[in-house]
């Protein structure tokens, strides 16, 4: 028997049944839909953090108020209570670091931007003028905010490019006065299109010199202090420089928490192999649970097909004729259920990229390969037992059943 | 020398404690080209002698002799062979695989024996010719009459030219009509030269054969022989 004539034999004998067919290949494909869907989730969600981070900017750390128990970074720890203020005079001292470049302090606040009867709800930061160069934006028009004493509540404004596209059109922006809160500021630049960035997008933000800002929300903390070091490699020690300085202020307690995106990324890394984890097990789980249902259903089919077993083999099949026409079938089920599975998958995670427009969510390479190769593997594996059933099956029994 | 040469068969089925004898201490030969009814009542060993003889079943004692070849002591695969190209077998309840058409059906052996397809179908489109069969060669076995059925079943069982065919009461599931135009056909082959071992328990078609061995109890009782009826 040539291995056309099998493959051809199994797949008539696969389409002969559409129900049983119909049954297994939808196993196998949930199977492989759930790999696809959640590796689809996983790398999205990975690829979204890492993106995140990487827009911050490089060699980052990054000072909030408040101590967190454990020094982990987790999504609660960024909301942390406040002991004690963190001031423009902390984020001074911390240039006094000999690791340390440069520094920008972040005060926010919502507040309205309204300019020629036009007005809507924007988010302000109060920062420096090393703001720009520390998170490596582009203007589009005009300068960044000056590089000034930071006591100094200039009256002068940044916008991103959506906010303004949506005050002034097609109009110039620069040198225009706009009222932000109850101030009026002068525009003196534009941001170029940033997007996306640790959870606020740039682009609908307006910058102004940190004590106007501070004014504005009648405050005198800060939300965040962001410190560049001198390298990659100067990170950590410089971390150990800017908690030495903070502790000095703090009369020998340190009462903030310096985040490093080494840190982050080292611990979204930790989660998100727990969820790649998790995935493998699920998708291990369900092809098994596939596997068994096709041993199962081709042991079925062994018994459905004694008779027929017992006729080939009274026409010459040799018991390999046999084994390999069972298992080509099993082959072939596992094959059209991958099949069906990635198109399902893909479909899932194409749903997801629609519901979470934000989150990449596109199955990586390897976990495509690595369902479509276990979902095969599983059922000529789980194909096995029952081929070698049918091709030991006693001709003369086999054929006196009807 | 004999086409078949049985001696001293013994075949035994445990059954729990006890033991059936199905065949005991048989020796036949048949030459090429005979024609051999085998009768005798239920359960006298009718079918099992004919499954050895097909090679789908193996004696307890005894030597068969194929051709001159012991074709008791041939491995499973050397057995199928043998089947595949020296044996054809026809059955009492067709057997004929039900989601493939008349053709494919016929198609099977030359299938297993690996000929390519464009020999395969002219054979095919031959055979099913020669049965009367072409409109009804792309048909499934559901949508055949029971006389068609038996006859897609000879043509598969002779589209491998074999030497022997074995019969098993190939005309009991049909009308008298339909069962003698089966019977016809197998004879048929017989003239051609195909020796042709057929059991049945209906005494017209057993008084056709030129030779009935007449079996009770696993034991040969008679081994009559006649002479050809007169045309
Ligand atoms: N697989 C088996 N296991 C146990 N006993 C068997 C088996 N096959 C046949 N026998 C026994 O062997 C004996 C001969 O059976 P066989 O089928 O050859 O009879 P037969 O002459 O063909 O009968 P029938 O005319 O009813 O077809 C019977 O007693 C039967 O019960
Ligand atoms: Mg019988």
């Known amino acids: 028997m040539t291995p056309a004539d099998t493959l051809r034999f199994a797949t008539r004998a696969a389409s002969g049944y559409p129900l049983r067919t119909a049954l297994m290949v939808l196993a196998m494909s949930i199977g492989v839909a759930a790999v696809v869907v959640l590796t689809a989730l996983g790398d999205g969600a990975r690829r979204y953090v890492v993106n995140e981070f990487s827009a911050l900017g490089s060699n980052l750390v990054i000072v909030l108020p408040g101590r967190t128990a454990t020094g982990g970074f987790g999504l609660g720890n960024l909301v942390t209570s406040t002991p004690r203020d963190l001031t423009v005079r902390d984020a001074q001292a911390l240039l006094r670091a000999p690791l340390v470049t440069r520094m920008a302090p972040l005060s926010v606040g919502n507040s309205e931007i309204a300019w020629g009867g036009r007005l809507r709800e924007a988010m302000v930061v109060g920062t420096s003028g090393d703001y720009v160069d520390i998170r490596a934006f582009r203007m589009a028009e005009g300068n960044f905010l000056p590089r000034e004493d930071l006591g100094r509540a200039t009256a002068v404004a940044v916008l991103g490019t959506k906010i303004r596209d949506e005050i002034f059109g097609s109009e110039p922006a620069i040198g225009r006065i706009v009222r932000v809160g109850d101030r009026r500021l002068r525009v003196i630049g534009v941001l170029g299109k940033t997007g996306q960035g640790l959870g606020m997008n740039t682009d609908e933000l307006v910058f102004v010199p940190v004590a106007t800002a501070q004014a504005m929300f009648n405050t005198n903390n800060l939300f965040r202090i962001i410190v560049e070091a001198r390298s990659r490699d100067a990170i950590a020690p410089a971390k150990q420089q800017l908690e030495d300085i903070m502790r000095l202020r703090r009369d020998g307690e340190l009462d903030v928490t310096l985040i490093t995106q080494d840190a982050v990324l080292g611990t979204f890394d930790r989660i998100l192999g727990a969820l790649t984890l998790a995935v493998a097990g699920i998708a291990a789980i369900s092809l098994a649970v596939a596997g068994i249902l096709v041993m199962n259903v081709m042991l079925v089919a062994v018994t459905q097909r004694t008779a027929e077993i017992g006729l080939l083999k009274a026409l010459g099949a040799t018991g390999r004729n046999i084994r390999l026409a069972f298992l080509t079938e099993a082959a072939l089920l596992s094959l059209a259920g991958a099949i069906t599975g990635f198109a399902l998958g893909h479909l899932g995670a194409w749903g997801l990229r629609l519901a979470f427009p934000v989150l990449p969510a596109w199955p990586p390479d390897w976990a495509v390969f690595a369902g479509i190769g276990t979902a095969l593997t599983t059922g000529i594996l789980f194909g096995v037992m029952p081929a070698r059933r049918a091709a030991r099956l006693d001709p003369v029994q086999a054929l006196s059943r009807r | ?231």
Request: charged share 25%; hydrophobic share 40%; net charge negative.
């Open chain 2, 1 to 231: 020398m004999a086409q078949i040469e049985l001696t001293g068969i013994e075949r035994v089925f445990t059954l729990g404690d006890s033991e059936v004898h199905a065949l005991h201490e048989l020796s036949v030969s048949i030459d090429s080209g005979e024609y051999v009814a085998v009768m005798g009542p239920s359960g006298s060993g009718k079918s099992t002698l004919l499954n050895l003889l097909g090679l789908l079943d193996r004696p307890n004692a005894g030597t068969y002799r194929l051709e001159g070849r012991d074709v008791t002591t041939l491995s499973p695969d050397e057995q199928a062979e043998v089947r595949r190209t020296r044996i054809g077998f026809v059955f009492q309840s067709f057997h004929l695989v039900p989601r493939l058409t008349a053709a494919e059906n016929v198609a099977l052996p030359l299938m297993l024996a690996g000929i390519p397809p464009a020999e395969r179908h002219a054979r095919v489109a031959q055979a099913l010719k020669d049965f009367g069969l072409e409109t009804r060669a792309h048909h499934r076995p559901d949508e055949l009459s029971g006389g068609q059925r038996q006859r897609v079943a000879i043509a598969r069982a002779t589209i491998m030219r074999p030497a022997v065919i074995l019969a098993d009461e190939p005309t009991g599931n049909l009308d008298r009509s339909t069962g003698q135009d089966v019977t016809h056909l197998l004879e048929d082959l017989n003239a051609a030269g195909v020796t042709l071992i057929v059991v049945t328990h209906d005494p017209v078609m057993g008084g056709r054969a030129r030779r009935r061995l007449m079996m009770e109890d696993g034991r040969l009782l008679h081994d009559v022989r006649e002479p050809a009826p007169v045309p």
